[in-house]
C-alpha cells in the first residue's frame, strides 16, 4: 500500500517537473525567435539604407546640377575689354555675349580667341581672364601698323601678316610710315615688311614707298622711293641684303638717280 502511494506522488512530482521543463522550452524558444526576428528586423535595414542611400544621393546631385543650370551663376554674367581701340566696336563683334553657357564659353576659349581674331584682322593676340566665378575679361592687343597700302588716293593700313584694313585711314605723318603701291598679293607684301623689318632705323626712315614693278621675267621687282629723292630697283625678297650697300652707293651720286640692284649696281639720273 505504502509502495502504491509512493509510485503516485513520484507520478506527480514527474508531471510538475515534466510541465516546469515544456514551459522552459516554450520561454527559451520565444526567446529565440525574438531574436532572430531582432537580427533580421536590423538585416532588412540596412538593407534599405544601402540601396536607398545611393539613389538618394543620384537624384540629390541631379537636382543641384539642374538647380545650378537654371540659376545665373552658370552663364556669363558680365564682358569686359581691356584694348586701345574702340571698346564699343570691339563688343559689337565678340563671339560671345552676357548670358552665354558659362561652361560652353570656358570649354571653347580657344576657338572664341580664334574667333575674335577672324572678325577683326586688326588683332593680335587674345587672352580670356575671369574675375570672379562668371565674369570674362578680354584683353586684347593689336596690331601695330607701321604701314599703308596705297590705292585710289587712299591709305589703307596694313599689319605685318600683311593683311589690309578695308577701312581707309589718314595719316598724320607720312615720314613715319612705310606706303606700299601696287601689290594684290599678300604673301609679297609680307616678304616685303620682313625685309623692310630687317633694314637698320636709320635706313629704314629713309625708305618714303615701295611700288611693285613686276614683269613677266622678274615677278619679284619693286622700287624702292626715299626721302632724299633717289630710286633703288631690286627683287623685294632681297631688300634688306641689297639696300645695305646704298649709303655707300649714294655718296657716288650728285644727282637725284635711279640705282638699279637687280644683278650688279649701276645708276641712271632722273629726267
Not at 237 to 266: C, F, H, W
Request: charged share 30%; glycine share 4%; hydrophobic share 35%.
Amino acid at each position: 500500500m505504502k509502495e502504491d502511494q509512493q509510485f503516485s506522488n513520484d507520478l506527480i512530482e514527474n508531471e510538475h517537473l515534466n510541465k516546469y521543463i515544456e514551459k522552459k522550452v516554450r520561454k527559451n524558444s520565444r526567446l529565440r525567435v525574438g531574436r532572430k526576428n531582432k537580427e533580421i528586423k536590423k538585416y532588412r535595414r540596412r538593407l534599405i539604407f544601402k540601396t536607398a542611400l545611393p539613389l538618394c544621393l543620384f537624384f540629390i546631385i541631379i537636382a543641384l546640377i539642374s538647380g545650378y543650370f537654371v540659376s545665373p551663376y552658370s552663364k556669363v554674367k558680365n564682358i569686359s575689354i581691356e584694348a586701345l581701340q574702340d571698346q564699343n566696336q570691339l563688343k559689337n563683334n565678340l563671339p560671345i555675349q552676357v548670358g552665354d553657357s558659362l561652361m560652353m564659353v570656358k570649354l571653347n576659349e580657344p576657338k572664341v580667341i580664334k574667333l575674335v581674331k577672324q572678325n577683326d584682322i586688326n588683332v593680335k593676340n587674345v587672352k580670356i581672364n575671369w574675375k570672379g566665378h562668371n565674369e570674362a575679361i578680354l584683353k586684347i592687343k593689336f596690331y601695330d601698323f607701321y604701314a599703308y597700302f596705297k590705292h585710289d588716293g587712299h591709305y589703307y593700313p596694313v599689319n605685318d601678316r600683311g593683311e589690309t584694313v578695308k577701312q581707309p585711314a589718314s595719316i598724320n605723318n607720312k615720314k613715319n610710315v612705310l606706303i606700299l603701291q601696287g601689290f594684290s598679293n599678300k604673301k609679297r607684301i609680307k616678304t616685303t615688311l620682313l625685309q623692310y623689318e630687317k633694314l637698320p632705323n636709320d635706313l629704314k626712315a629713309d625708305v618714303k614707298e615701295v611700288k611693285k614693278e613686276t614683269t613677266v621675267d622678274d615677278p619679284q621687282k619693286v622700287k624702292v622711293y626715299l626721302n632724299d629723292g633717289n630710286q633703288v630697283v631690286l627683287q623685294n625678297d632681297q631688300l634688306a641684303k641689297k639696300m645695305a650697300y646704298y649709303p655707300s652707293i649714294k655718296t657716288t651720286l650728285k644727282r637725284p638717280s635711279v640705282v638699279n640692284m637687280e644683278y650688279g649696281a649701276y645708276a641712271t639720273p632722273i629726267k
